[in-house]
């Protein structure tokens, strides 16, 4: 108990800034190093801004209720309604006031949209989920869909899902990994095969904060894989590597070359990598491979101001992700594959052989 307090405090002391810089040096080489403790800051990062943005929310609360305690509402819409030039009075005296009000109203617009998903504490980071217009067609006939999916009936000859990403095997047996916001708010998914199979699955298991989930096949048609052709590499990248992915942007299969910008995310994040290269919605959840074909990373999210400049979450996440899932939920043990047989191949080759592992993964 006492190690986790000491740190606990150290990493208090980290993100307050309270470190000499050598010391700063030292510990973000052991969050290099160690998962666990890398894990540890980025939750405690988390849990702070939660509190942060709570203590807010309560102090603007609180002032709104002092000014609404100050301004008696009724008498000023009789007053209102006999002397309307007391509106420019009004706001002489109490503009300051009408300001914090208005301030409560966009934080309560801002607080829906973080819990939504549909704001990002980096507003310039974009999440890669490709939104498809297919579900105004009819309310009845969307939710037919979803109920076909979840019996395993199969889906209409129009298709009625709202979004589409990238998914690809970790295992020969149908579990597929993808990111945790493609899936958030789904009422039932699919994966998609390269040669345009459609299997229905579920979801096996997530982890939000890194935004990680794990799918899984249960179509009573699909049959095992065989053996994937790629390892999962904890270890970090390095920085000019050349790296690729391939996946569905728009539905439609790509490849896409680029190389490794940073070890870093936005403002030090050591979640992702910053990679360079093209990509677009649909690519969330894709594979990240090095040159050697060993999966390095997740692709997720780009940089709006920056043309090119997107970021994976790291695989060593996936791998933590991975031996998370909670044993009374598997039907057999998870065994990644140990052998990596796209090494030495070229781009063409390596893709050929991988895309068969990839999925495009249909939100409903």
Do not use: C
């Amino acid at each position: 108990m006492s190690d986790n307090n000491q740190l606990l405090e150290t990493i208090e002391r980290y993100l307050n800034g309270e470190m000499k810089a050598d010391e700063r040096k030292k510990f973000e080489l052991l969050r290099k190093e160690d998962a666990e403790v890398d894990s540890k800051v980025v939750e405690h990062k988390f849990f702070i801004n939660l509190l942060k943005q709570y203590g807010e929310r309560v102090e603007l609360e609180t002032r709104l209720n002092a000014i609404h305690d100050e301004i008696d509402v009724h008498t000023l819409k009789e007053s209102l309604m006999v002397h309307p030039v007391w509106i420019v009075q009004m706001w002489r005296n109490h503009h300051s006031k009408i300001s914090v009000a208005a301030s409560v109203a966009i934080f309560g617009v801002l607080t829906f949209m973080a819990v939504t998903g549909k704001f990002n504490s980096d507003s310039n980071i974009e999440q890669l989920k490709n939104e498809v217009n297919q579900l105004h067609k009819s309310t009845n006939s969307a939710i037919k869909s979803i109920n076909d999916i979840k019996s395993g009936k199969g889906t209409s000859a129009v298709e009625r899902y709202s979004a589409t990403a990238t998914g690809f095997a970790i295992t020969s047996d149908g579990l597929i990994a993808t990111n945790y916001h493609v899936v958030r708010d789904a009422s039932a998914v699919s994966v998609q095969s390269a040669d345009g199979t459609t299997y229905k699955a579920e979801i096996l298991y997530t982890e939000p904060l890194h935004d990680i989930a794990i799918l899984r096949i249960t179509d009573s048609t699909f049959e095992q894989l065989g053996a994937i052709p790629y390892t999962f590499k904890r270890a970090e990248g390095s920085i000019a590597e050349q790296i690729s992915t391939y996946g569905y942007p728009d539905g439609i299969p790509a490849y896409n070359p680029g190389y490794l910008s940073s070890l870093y995310g936005q403002n030090g994040d050591t979640l992702h990598y910053k990679v360079t290269m093209p990509i677009n919605p649909g690519n969330s959840g894709g594979p990240l491979w090095d040159s050697k074909g060993n999966v390095i990373g997740i692709t997720d999210s780009k940089q709006s101001t920056a043309e090119g400049e997107h970021f994976a979450i790291k695989a060593k996440y996936l791998l933590d992700a991975i031996k998370n899932i909670p044993a009374d939920s598997l039907d057999n043990k998870i065994v990644l594959s140990k052998k990596n047989t796209l090494t030495g191949l070229t781009e063409a080759q390596k893709t050929a052989k991988a895309k068969n592992f990839v999925f495009m993964v249909k939100v409903y």
